[in-house]
DNA sequence: ACCTGAACACCGTTCAAGT
DNA sequence: ACCTGAACACCGTTCAAGT
Protein backbone atom coordinates (compact mmCIF):
# COMPACT_ATOMS: atom_id res chain seq x y z
CA UNK A 1 0.00 0.00 0.00
CA UNK A 2 2.61 2.33 -1.34
CA UNK A 3 0.30 6.05 -1.10
CA UNK A 4 -0.82 5.12 2.76
CA UNK A 5 -2.19 8.33 3.55
CA UNK A 6 -0.23 8.52 7.25
CA UNK A 7 -2.86 9.74 9.88
CA UNK A 8 -1.81 12.86 11.90
CA UNK A 9 -3.59 15.02 14.47
CA UNK A 10 -7.20 14.58 12.88
CA UNK A 11 -9.11 11.62 12.40
CA UNK A 12 -10.02 11.97 8.61
CA UNK A 13 -7.73 14.03 6.27
CA UNK A 14 -9.94 15.73 3.81
CA UNK A 15 -10.70 13.96 0.71
CA UNK A 16 -8.71 15.81 -1.46
CA UNK A 17 -5.68 15.97 0.54
CA UNK A 18 -5.23 12.07 1.15
CA UNK A 19 -5.50 11.99 -2.78
CA UNK A 20 -2.96 14.62 -3.15
CA UNK A 21 -0.65 12.92 -1.03
CA UNK A 22 -1.26 9.54 -2.82
CA UNK A 23 -0.57 10.96 -6.11
CA UNK A 24 2.69 12.86 -5.11
CA UNK A 25 4.04 9.94 -3.23
CA UNK A 26 3.54 7.68 -6.60
CA UNK A 27 4.45 10.80 -9.16
CA UNK A 28 7.82 10.98 -6.66
CA UNK A 29 8.39 7.74 -6.84
CA UNK A 30 8.37 7.37 -10.45
CA UNK A 31 11.01 10.16 -10.69
CA UNK A 32 13.04 8.84 -8.29
CA UNK A 33 13.02 5.72 -9.87
CA UNK A 34 13.81 7.40 -13.36
CA UNK A 35 16.18 10.90 -12.57
CA UNK A 36 17.22 9.39 -8.79
CA UNK A 37 16.86 11.21 -5.56
CA UNK A 38 17.70 14.72 -6.58
CA UNK A 39 14.93 14.95 -9.18
CA UNK A 40 12.77 18.41 -9.54
CA UNK A 41 10.67 18.74 -7.04
CA UNK A 42 8.62 21.39 -8.91
CA UNK A 43 8.26 18.36 -11.93
CA UNK A 44 6.89 16.09 -9.36
CA UNK A 45 4.42 18.73 -8.40
CA UNK A 46 3.25 19.13 -11.88
CA UNK A 47 2.69 15.42 -12.66
CA UNK A 48 1.05 15.09 -9.94
CA UNK A 49 -1.70 17.62 -11.00
CA UNK A 50 -0.72 19.96 -8.07
CA UNK A 51 0.85 23.55 -7.03
CA UNK A 52 3.98 23.12 -5.83
CA UNK A 53 3.13 24.60 -2.24
CA UNK A 54 0.62 21.31 -1.88
CA UNK A 55 3.92 19.09 -2.43
CA UNK A 56 6.04 21.28 0.63
CA UNK A 57 2.37 20.96 2.88
CA UNK A 58 3.00 17.66 2.63
CA UNK A 59 6.48 16.91 2.84
CA UNK A 60 8.18 19.64 4.21
CA UNK A 61 11.61 18.63 2.59
CA UNK A 62 13.15 16.24 0.05
CA UNK A 63 13.96 13.47 2.73
CA UNK A 64 10.45 13.58 4.06
CA UNK A 65 9.35 12.83 0.84
CA UNK A 66 11.60 9.75 0.50
CA UNK A 67 11.31 9.00 3.82
CA UNK A 68 7.76 8.16 3.36
CA UNK A 69 8.33 6.30 -0.13
CA UNK A 70 10.94 3.63 2.25
CA UNK A 71 8.59 3.42 4.96
CA UNK A 72 7.51 -0.06 3.57
CA UNK A 73 10.19 -1.17 1.94
CA UNK A 74 12.45 -0.99 5.47
CA UNK A 75 9.96 -2.73 7.05
CA UNK A 76 10.07 -5.57 5.14
CA UNK A 77 13.62 -5.20 5.04
CA UNK A 78 14.02 -5.02 9.17
CA UNK A 79 12.02 -8.31 9.19
CA UNK A 80 13.81 -10.29 7.31
CA UNK A 81 16.91 -8.70 9.29
CA UNK A 82 14.99 -10.35 12.51
CA UNK A 83 14.67 -13.29 10.57
CA UNK A 84 18.28 -13.89 9.67
CA UNK A 85 18.72 -12.95 13.32
CA UNK A 86 16.41 -15.35 14.69
CA UNK A 87 17.32 -18.70 12.32
CA UNK A 88 21.20 -17.93 12.16
CA UNK A 89 21.79 -19.85 8.97
CA UNK A 90 25.25 -19.83 7.90
CA UNK A 91 24.62 -17.27 5.04
CA UNK A 92 22.84 -15.07 7.11
CA UNK A 93 25.40 -12.23 6.77
CA UNK A 94 26.02 -12.45 2.57
CA UNK A 95 21.81 -12.39 2.38
CA UNK A 96 21.54 -9.24 5.26
CA UNK A 97 24.39 -7.55 3.44
CA UNK A 98 22.90 -8.26 -0.58
CA UNK A 99 19.17 -7.30 0.73
CA UNK A 100 20.73 -3.98 2.55
CA UNK A 101 22.31 -3.09 -0.08
CA UNK A 102 19.41 -3.85 -2.45
CA UNK A 103 17.16 -1.36 -0.20
CA UNK A 104 19.78 1.13 -0.04
CA UNK A 105 19.90 1.38 -4.25
CA UNK A 106 16.46 1.77 -5.11
CA UNK A 107 16.96 4.50 -5.94
CA UNK A 108 20.30 6.59 -7.23
CA UNK A 109 21.82 8.56 -5.05
CA UNK A 110 19.98 6.81 -2.08
CA UNK A 111 23.11 5.42 -0.44
CA UNK A 112 24.60 9.13 -0.08
CA UNK A 113 21.29 10.13 1.32
CA UNK A 114 21.54 7.00 3.89
CA UNK A 115 25.30 7.66 4.48
CA UNK A 116 24.69 10.98 6.07
CA UNK A 117 21.15 9.82 7.52
CA UNK A 118 23.30 7.63 9.78
CA UNK A 119 25.05 10.26 11.02
CA UNK A 120 22.28 13.59 11.36
CA UNK A 121 20.22 13.05 13.77
CA UNK A 122 17.76 15.76 12.37
CA UNK A 123 17.50 13.49 9.55
CA UNK A 124 14.35 11.91 8.41
CA UNK A 125 15.83 9.00 7.45
CA UNK A 126 18.10 8.88 10.63
CA UNK A 127 15.97 5.46 12.56
CA UNK A 128 16.20 3.62 9.47
CA UNK A 129 19.69 3.73 9.46
CA UNK A 130 20.03 3.27 12.96
CA UNK A 131 17.86 0.37 12.48
CA UNK A 132 19.57 -0.91 10.12
CA UNK A 133 22.83 -0.29 11.62
CA UNK A 134 22.14 -2.46 14.56
CA UNK A 135 20.65 -5.27 12.77
CA UNK A 136 24.21 -5.17 11.07
CA UNK A 137 25.75 -4.90 14.18
CA UNK A 138 24.13 -7.89 15.80
CA UNK A 139 24.69 -10.12 13.02
CA UNK A 140 28.49 -9.58 12.95
CA UNK A 141 28.60 -9.84 16.37
CA UNK A 142 26.80 -13.57 16.34
CA UNK A 143 29.57 -14.27 13.10
CA UNK A 144 32.37 -13.52 15.06
CA UNK A 145 31.35 -15.88 18.46
CA UNK A 146 30.31 -18.42 16.06
CA UNK A 147 33.80 -18.29 14.26
CA UNK A 148 32.75 -17.28 10.65
CA UNK A 149 33.75 -14.19 10.69
CA UNK A 150 37.35 -12.48 11.94
CA UNK A 151 38.00 -11.40 15.43
CA UNK A 152 37.61 -7.76 14.37
CA UNK A 153 35.05 -7.49 12.40
CA UNK A 154 32.79 -4.57 12.80
CA UNK A 155 29.13 -3.36 12.54
CA UNK A 156 30.74 -0.28 10.68
CA UNK A 157 32.10 -3.18 8.57
CA UNK A 158 28.95 -4.35 7.19
CA UNK A 159 27.42 -0.61 6.13
CA UNK A 160 30.25 0.72 4.80
CA UNK A 161 30.33 -1.99 2.50
CA UNK A 162 26.26 -1.91 1.94
CA UNK A 163 26.38 1.97 1.10
CA UNK A 164 29.50 1.51 -0.95
CA UNK A 165 28.13 -1.59 -2.93
CA UNK A 166 24.92 0.46 -3.38
CA UNK A 167 26.83 3.23 -4.80
CA UNK A 168 28.23 0.99 -7.03
CA UNK A 169 25.45 -0.31 -8.65
CA UNK A 170 24.02 3.09 -9.27
CA UNK A 171 27.33 3.99 -11.20
CA UNK A 172 28.93 1.00 -12.60
CA UNK A 173 27.36 -2.39 -12.99
CA UNK A 174 25.24 -4.33 -10.87
CA UNK A 175 27.34 -7.40 -10.95
CA UNK A 176 30.55 -5.00 -9.91
CA UNK A 177 29.06 -4.35 -6.95
CA UNK A 178 27.87 -8.11 -6.07
CA UNK A 179 31.22 -9.04 -7.14
CA UNK A 180 32.92 -6.67 -4.06
CA UNK A 181 30.28 -8.23 -1.79
CA UNK A 182 31.91 -11.61 -2.48
CA UNK A 183 35.28 -10.38 -2.39
CA UNK A 184 34.58 -8.11 1.22
CA UNK A 185 32.81 -11.29 2.53
CA UNK A 186 35.58 -13.25 1.76
CA UNK A 187 38.29 -10.84 3.17
CA UNK A 188 35.79 -10.92 6.77
CA UNK A 189 36.30 -14.38 6.79
CA UNK A 190 38.65 -15.84 9.57
CA UNK A 191 42.57 -16.82 8.05
CA UNK A 192 42.28 -20.36 7.65
CA UNK A 193 44.89 -22.35 9.41
CA UNK A 194 47.61 -23.36 7.21
CA UNK A 195 48.88 -26.39 8.60
CA UNK A 196 47.77 -29.32 10.78
CA UNK A 197 45.31 -27.07 13.17
CA UNK A 198 41.47 -27.48 13.83
CA UNK A 199 39.61 -28.60 11.06
CA UNK B 1 52.55 24.73 -11.61
CA UNK B 2 48.94 24.38 -11.21
CA UNK B 3 48.16 27.27 -13.16
CA UNK B 4 49.84 26.39 -16.33
CA UNK B 5 48.14 27.44 -19.73
CA UNK B 6 47.38 25.18 -22.01
CA UNK B 7 48.79 26.63 -25.35
CA UNK B 8 45.94 26.36 -27.99
CA UNK B 9 46.63 27.44 -31.40
CA UNK B 10 47.64 30.80 -31.13
CA UNK B 11 51.68 31.13 -29.56
CA UNK B 12 50.81 33.52 -26.92
CA UNK B 13 47.49 34.15 -25.20
CA UNK B 14 46.54 37.68 -24.60
CA UNK B 15 48.27 38.35 -21.27
CA UNK B 16 44.78 38.93 -19.62
CA UNK B 17 43.52 35.49 -21.11
CA UNK B 18 45.95 33.83 -19.21
CA UNK B 19 45.41 35.34 -15.82
CA UNK B 20 41.88 34.71 -16.03
CA UNK B 21 42.55 31.40 -16.40
CA UNK B 22 44.90 30.60 -13.52
CA UNK B 23 42.87 32.56 -11.59
CA UNK B 24 39.50 30.81 -12.70
CA UNK B 25 41.44 27.34 -12.15
CA UNK B 26 42.58 28.37 -8.78
CA UNK B 27 39.07 29.54 -7.39
CA UNK B 28 37.34 26.17 -9.17
CA UNK B 29 40.28 24.25 -6.96
CA UNK B 30 39.14 25.90 -3.85
CA UNK B 31 35.59 25.70 -4.25
CA UNK B 32 35.92 22.08 -5.43
CA UNK B 33 36.94 21.24 -1.98
CA UNK B 34 35.15 23.43 0.01
CA UNK B 35 32.00 22.00 -1.73
CA UNK B 36 32.41 19.19 -4.04
CA UNK B 37 32.68 19.12 -7.78
CA UNK B 38 29.51 20.54 -8.30
CA UNK B 39 30.03 23.85 -6.53
CA UNK B 40 28.47 26.43 -8.40
CA UNK B 41 30.46 27.96 -11.42
CA UNK B 42 28.99 31.56 -10.86
CA UNK B 43 30.11 31.65 -7.42
CA UNK B 44 33.78 30.64 -8.83
CA UNK B 45 33.87 33.10 -12.00
CA UNK B 46 32.67 35.66 -9.57
CA UNK B 47 35.15 35.25 -6.81
CA UNK B 48 37.96 35.10 -9.83
CA UNK B 49 36.76 38.38 -10.44
CA UNK B 50 35.77 37.68 -14.14
CA UNK B 51 32.15 37.61 -15.67
CA UNK B 52 30.26 33.80 -16.23
CA UNK B 53 30.71 34.02 -19.91
CA UNK B 54 34.63 34.35 -19.44
CA UNK B 55 34.97 31.38 -17.53
CA UNK B 56 32.71 29.07 -20.34
CA UNK B 57 34.87 30.68 -22.71
CA UNK B 58 37.99 29.06 -21.11
CA UNK B 59 36.15 25.88 -19.75
CA UNK B 60 32.92 25.03 -22.15
CA UNK B 61 31.92 22.46 -19.78
CA UNK B 62 32.61 21.39 -15.65
CA UNK B 63 34.32 17.90 -17.01
CA UNK B 64 36.80 20.38 -18.66
CA UNK B 65 37.31 22.70 -15.87
CA UNK B 66 37.73 19.25 -13.62
CA UNK B 67 39.93 17.82 -16.15
CA UNK B 68 42.24 20.89 -15.95
CA UNK B 69 42.45 20.55 -12.91
CA UNK B 70 43.58 16.97 -12.18
CA UNK B 71 45.92 16.87 -15.27
CA UNK B 72 49.04 17.21 -13.00
CA UNK B 73 47.74 15.20 -10.07
CA UNK B 74 47.08 12.50 -12.96
CA UNK B 75 50.68 12.50 -14.41
CA UNK B 76 51.98 11.90 -10.72
CA UNK B 77 49.46 9.20 -10.26
CA UNK B 78 50.57 7.61 -13.58
CA UNK B 79 54.21 7.68 -12.96
CA UNK B 80 53.30 5.78 -9.78
CA UNK B 81 51.80 2.88 -11.38
CA UNK B 82 54.54 2.80 -13.69
CA UNK B 83 56.83 2.39 -11.01
CA UNK B 84 55.12 -0.24 -9.66
CA UNK B 85 54.86 -2.34 -12.73
CA UNK B 86 58.61 -1.84 -13.14
CA UNK B 87 59.60 -3.07 -9.73
CA UNK B 88 57.01 -5.13 -8.94
CA UNK B 89 57.08 -5.63 -5.00
CA UNK B 90 54.75 -7.84 -3.40
CA UNK B 91 52.82 -4.49 -1.84
CA UNK B 92 52.43 -3.21 -5.24
CA UNK B 93 48.82 -3.82 -5.38
CA UNK B 94 47.86 -2.39 -2.16
CA UNK B 95 50.00 0.84 -2.78
CA UNK B 96 48.24 1.31 -6.49
CA UNK B 97 44.59 0.83 -5.36
CA UNK B 98 45.12 3.50 -2.19
CA UNK B 99 46.96 5.94 -4.34
CA UNK B 100 44.24 5.71 -6.88
CA UNK B 101 41.28 5.96 -4.38
CA UNK B 102 43.28 9.26 -3.03
CA UNK B 103 43.58 10.27 -6.45
CA UNK B 104 39.56 9.84 -6.84
CA UNK B 105 38.82 11.59 -3.60
CA UNK B 106 40.50 14.48 -4.69
CA UNK B 107 37.14 16.25 -4.43
CA UNK B 108 33.69 14.99 -3.27
CA UNK B 109 31.57 14.10 -5.85
CA UNK B 110 34.67 13.65 -8.18
CA UNK B 111 34.53 9.11 -7.70
CA UNK B 112 31.05 9.62 -9.63
CA UNK B 113 32.34 11.61 -12.41
CA UNK B 114 35.30 9.62 -12.80
CA UNK B 115 32.95 6.24 -12.86
CA UNK B 116 30.72 7.62 -15.63
CA UNK B 117 34.16 8.72 -17.65
CA UNK B 118 35.17 5.35 -17.77
CA UNK B 119 32.31 4.77 -20.31
CA UNK B 120 31.60 7.68 -21.67
CA UNK B 121 33.87 8.32 -24.91
CA UNK B 122 32.81 12.49 -24.94
CA UNK B 123 34.00 12.83 -21.38
CA UNK B 124 36.92 14.63 -20.83
CA UNK B 125 38.39 12.52 -18.01
CA UNK B 126 37.66 9.41 -20.29
CA UNK B 127 41.29 9.02 -21.41
CA UNK B 128 42.77 9.30 -17.96
CA UNK B 129 40.27 7.29 -16.87
CA UNK B 130 41.34 4.72 -19.49
CA UNK B 131 45.10 5.04 -18.12
CA UNK B 132 43.95 4.32 -14.76
CA UNK B 133 42.15 1.12 -16.11
CA UNK B 134 44.83 0.28 -17.83
CA UNK B 135 47.33 0.33 -15.31
CA UNK B 136 45.30 -1.91 -12.72
CA UNK B 137 44.65 -4.24 -15.49
CA UNK B 138 48.34 -5.02 -15.58
CA UNK B 139 49.20 -4.90 -11.82
CA UNK B 140 46.61 -7.44 -11.44
CA UNK B 141 47.58 -9.45 -14.30
CA UNK B 142 51.22 -9.55 -12.74
CA UNK B 143 49.56 -10.19 -9.18
CA UNK B 144 47.17 -13.13 -10.54
CA UNK B 145 50.98 -14.89 -12.49
CA UNK B 146 52.72 -14.34 -9.34
CA UNK B 147 50.07 -15.91 -7.75
CA UNK B 148 49.32 -12.95 -4.82
CA UNK B 149 45.67 -13.08 -6.03
CA UNK B 150 42.92 -15.46 -6.97
CA UNK B 151 42.96 -16.44 -10.28
CA UNK B 152 40.24 -14.86 -11.29
CA UNK B 153 40.80 -11.92 -10.42
CA UNK B 154 39.85 -8.82 -12.61
CA UNK B 155 40.73 -5.43 -13.39
CA UNK B 156 37.44 -4.44 -13.19
CA UNK B 157 37.63 -5.09 -9.55
CA UNK B 158 40.19 -2.83 -8.90
CA UNK B 159 38.17 0.21 -10.74
CA UNK B 160 35.36 -0.88 -8.84
CA UNK B 161 37.52 -1.13 -5.28
CA UNK B 162 39.11 2.53 -5.91
CA UNK B 163 36.23 4.33 -7.29
CA UNK B 164 33.75 2.54 -4.36
CA UNK B 165 36.57 3.36 -1.29
CA UNK B 166 36.97 7.19 -3.00
CA UNK B 167 33.23 7.61 -2.30
CA UNK B 168 33.35 6.02 1.18
CA UNK B 169 35.66 8.80 1.97
CA UNK B 170 33.94 11.25 1.04
CA UNK B 171 30.64 10.30 2.40
CA UNK B 172 32.35 8.09 5.63
CA UNK B 173 35.48 8.35 7.43
CA UNK B 174 38.98 7.67 6.09
CA UNK B 175 39.24 5.31 8.25
CA UNK B 176 35.81 3.16 6.78
CA UNK B 177 37.46 3.60 3.32
CA UNK B 178 40.85 1.89 3.98
CA UNK B 179 39.29 -0.77 5.92
CA UNK B 180 36.99 -1.38 2.99
CA UNK B 181 40.51 -1.82 0.48
CA UNK B 182 42.18 -4.11 2.96
CA UNK B 183 38.83 -6.12 3.55
CA UNK B 184 38.21 -6.52 -0.37
CA UNK B 185 42.46 -7.14 -0.84
CA UNK B 186 42.73 -10.00 1.79
CA UNK B 187 39.25 -11.06 -0.08
CA UNK B 188 41.79 -10.97 -3.26
CA UNK B 189 44.08 -13.12 -2.25
CA UNK B 190 44.18 -16.84 -3.20
CA UNK B 191 42.56 -19.73 -0.90
CA UNK B 192 45.14 -20.80 1.07
CA UNK B 193 46.37 -24.28 1.11
CA UNK B 194 44.46 -25.77 4.39
CA UNK B 195 46.27 -29.04 4.86
CA UNK B 196 49.84 -29.97 3.78
CA UNK B 197 50.01 -27.85 -0.16
CA UNK B 198 52.53 -26.69 -1.00
CA UNK B 199 55.05 -24.76 0.76
C1' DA C 1 -7.69 22.43 6.83
C1' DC C 2 -5.83 22.62 2.71
C1' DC C 3 -4.61 24.56 -1.89
C1' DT C 4 -2.80 28.05 -5.08
C1' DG C 5 0.64 30.50 -7.39
C1' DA C 6 3.25 34.68 -7.19
C1' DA C 7 7.61 36.10 -5.30
C1' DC C 8 12.40 35.81 -4.26
C1' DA C 9 16.93 33.93 -4.69
C1' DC C 10 20.04 31.26 -7.15
C1' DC C 11 21.99 28.73 -10.93
C1' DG C 12 23.46 26.73 -15.94
C1' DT C 13 24.15 28.16 -20.48
C1' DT C 14 24.17 31.04 -24.63
C1' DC C 15 25.25 34.92 -27.36
C1' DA C 16 25.15 39.72 -29.25
C1' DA C 17 27.77 43.55 -28.28
C1' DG C 18 31.80 45.55 -26.91
C1' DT C 19 37.23 46.37 -26.56
C1' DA D 1 41.12 37.33 -29.48
C1' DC D 2 38.90 37.82 -25.57
C1' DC D 3 35.58 39.79 -22.19
C1' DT D 4 31.05 41.39 -20.60
C1' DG D 5 26.59 40.84 -18.88
C1' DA D 6 21.86 40.58 -20.28
C1' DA D 7 18.68 36.99 -21.54
C1' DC D 8 16.37 32.66 -21.14
C1' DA D 9 15.09 28.52 -18.81
C1' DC D 10 14.73 26.05 -14.74
C1' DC D 11 14.64 25.14 -9.87
C1' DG D 12 14.14 25.36 -4.34
C1' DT D 13 11.53 27.50 -0.90
C1' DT D 14 8.27 30.61 1.38
C1' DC D 15 3.97 32.72 2.26
C1' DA D 16 -0.14 35.77 1.69
C1' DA D 17 -4.42 35.03 -0.21
C1' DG D 18 -8.02 32.18 -1.27
C1' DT D 19 -11.73 28.20 -0.60
Redesign the pocket.
Known amino acids: MLGMYRL?T?RR??A??????DRLLAEADAAFRERGV??????IA?RA??????????F???RVLVGALLRERNETLFELGDGLLAHQTPDALATWVRAATAHAATYSGLASLLASGLDDEASELHTSCLRMADIGERLIAWARESGIVRADATGADLTALTTAAAWLREHMSLEGADRLITLTLDGLAPARPTLAGTR
Request: charged share 25%.
Open positions: SSPRDARRNYDASLESRGVAIGTLYGHPSR
